[in-house]
């Protein structure tokens, strides 16, 4: 770990007891986008990020649409191939194609829409079993039955429910095959992309307590990506803050919700609607003006400054580094200290 | 009279598998300048039970009972006519979607003049003007400018603001907002839930706010209706639904969303799987999911029963407290 040549900003110098499981380092995803006629630009979705991911913590990761919070959780699971930066898996770096497809046995990612995630044409028991398959991970068509049942089980489906297709499930039943699935490697790390956003509030709940349970029985660590904040709230230990493709804020969840340091994390948790009306009503808002800029057109330095009410000059030119505030407490603000003060 | 006074409503869709109840007897009053939230998931009936208001049901979906009476007037079987008076004149809706609710190939002024033009005797230019008043109305920057570009050059937020403009272009009566902000980021949204409450105060219309989200609900509303299976479960005031919920179904939704205080404890889930509506148990519809369910909930309905002034819900669990407690007072007076 010592002798890293990194020059990005190191987040915490892990202890021997908190040993990361995954460490991010200065992550870049760019995408080329035609602007005309042999005339491309980097689009960045993710632009410089470095964090951890301890062992059998949940890290929320949220931020508003085009934030690059899926680009980044699809990236450390190496679907899309790094422009720069790191990943460190157990202090190992992926770097060649059998890093990745070792690290795939590892790490796994449960998609948004059960509705378009699972093949129509296949039985449960085929796509449970596909990773399997994949990976060549059983001996002999027994072991195989054996395994995709046990995995339904976690889950919560019957064994009845094997020879079925996926539209003959409910939206929470089918986002159980879709977690079934990412477990049939027996992953240690789960990237998981808004994985109830898509379902009714009452399934939520079962949904969000499966994570809990599965994360207790089997020892995982999620990086749990959503939107909606209360739910990330509820299932996570740290939550980090994205904010066109930087990461602006990472603290404990609930630090984050009472005390948030960044301009941007402020107006976010204030904005969001709590289900209770006599809060709301004594909730002081802060309104954001303007809109998000086009990620293609970034605003040079901190990328929030266009719709901070604390931006200065130095805002518009540096981009602030992204600094160890208080323990555990990251934050890229020039003035943190100030307005928070 | 209320200025809504929606009596006994019931709405089907005629299916190729049978006759889809989606709307199952819904009665509520909506005064005006009232904010009323009704909640629900999907295939409650929310969105159905305003389709039925505006009758703009899909082909299939037909009003098969119940009346809806606006402003003293009946519009269940009174005509095309009559409702092209109504529509977007008097009652207005707004859709989840800004992104395909506007019409990609025109000019945002075009479309917002459209409906100026259609339901007023103003003249080109006075819609013009009219229009553009309406887009400052909604905070959109330079609507002069504005009015000139296509939708694509807006950003969803910005798209919902025009839709908001063109629903109160005509100062309607109520305003029915269908999962206005659901599409929406979360501080775009907290902008047009904003919008949508000083717009109210100022002109003083009525909405409809239909959402899966209690927590649009609590922002906004000062009255909700919780639908489930295409019927009413329970009505009243926020602070009644939320603080004083009678219908389990309430009680299961307030139970199984994160809050602020529930943060360290396992949440409280609704066990089962929504409702088919083509197979709807004779009892309440929500008692195979209910664990506090009687015997009688799986033979029978439960009508709707007042708890006080701005609260009643439909659950039979309220009168076996009331029988407990009678029972209760009962032997407390033999005893004395």
Known sequence: ?341 | MALLEVRNLSTSFFTDEGEVRAVNGVSFDLERGRVLGIVGESGSGKSVTAYSIMQILASTGRIVGGSVRFDGQELVGAGEKVMKTVRGNRISIIFQDPMTSLNPTYTIGRQLMEAILLHTDRNREQAHERAVEMLRLVNVNEPEKRMKQYPYEFSGGMRQRVMIAMALACEPDILIADEPTTALDVTIQAGILELMKDIQKKIGMAIIMITHDLGVVAQLCDEVIVMYAGAICEQGTADEIFYNPKHEYTKGLLRSIPTASNTDQKLEPISGTPIDLLNMPKGCPFAPRCDAAMKICIRSRCERMEINEHHAAACWQNLREEMLRAGVEQKGGEQS
């Open chain 1, 1 to 341: 770990m010592t002798q890293d040549t990194i020059t990005a900003p190191v987040p915490t110098e892990p202890s021997a007891k908190e040993q990361p499981l995954i460490r991010v380092r200065s992550l870049k995803q760019y995408f080329n986008i035609n602007t005309g006629f042999f005339q491309s630009r980097p689009l960045k979705a993710v632009d410089d990020i470095s964090f951890d991911i301890r062992a059998g913590e949940t890290l929320g990761l949220v931020g508003e649409s085009g934030c690059g919070k899926t680009t980044a959780g699809r990236t450390i699971l190496h679907l899309y191939q790094p422009t720069a930066g790191e990943i460190i898996y157990r202090g190992k770096t992926i770097r060649t194609r059998e890093d990745v497809q070792e690290f795939r046995t590892h790490a796994t990612m449960v998609f948004q829409d059960p509705y378009s995630s699972l093949d129509p044409r296949m039985t449960v028991e085929d796509i449970i079993g596909e990773p399997l398959d994949v990976h060549h991970i059983y001996r002999n068509p027994k072991e195989r039955r054996e395994r995709i049942l046990e995995l339904m089980e976690h889950v919560g489906l019957n064994s009845e429910h094997a020879a079925r297709y996926a539209h003959e499930f409910s939206g929470g039943q089918r986002q159980r095959v879709g977690i079934a699935r990412a477990l049939a490697v027996s992953p240690d790390f789960i990237v998981c992309d808004e994985p109830v956003s898509a379902l009714d509030v009452s399934i939520q709940a079962q949904v969000i307590n499966m994570f809990d349970e599965l994360q207790d029985k089997l020892g995982l660590t999620y990086l749990f990506i959503a939107h909606d904040l209360l739910v990330v709230r509820h299932i996570s230990d740290r939550i980090a803050v994205m904010y066109l493709g930087k990461m602006v804020e990472l603290a404990d969840s609930g630090e984050i919700y009472s005390r948030p340091l960044h301009p941007y994390s402020k107006a976010l948790m204030s904005a969001v609607p709590v289900p209770d009306p006599k809060a709301a009503r004594a909730n002081q808002r802060i309104t954001l003006t303007g809109e998000i800029p086009s990620p293609l057109n970034a605003p040079g330095g901190c990328p929030f400054h266009t719709r901070c009410p604390y931006a200065n000059a130095r805002c518009t030119e540096l981009m602030p580094e992204f600094r160890e505030l208080e323990k555990g407490r990251f934050v890229a603000c020039h003035r943190a200290e100030e307005i928070n003060g």
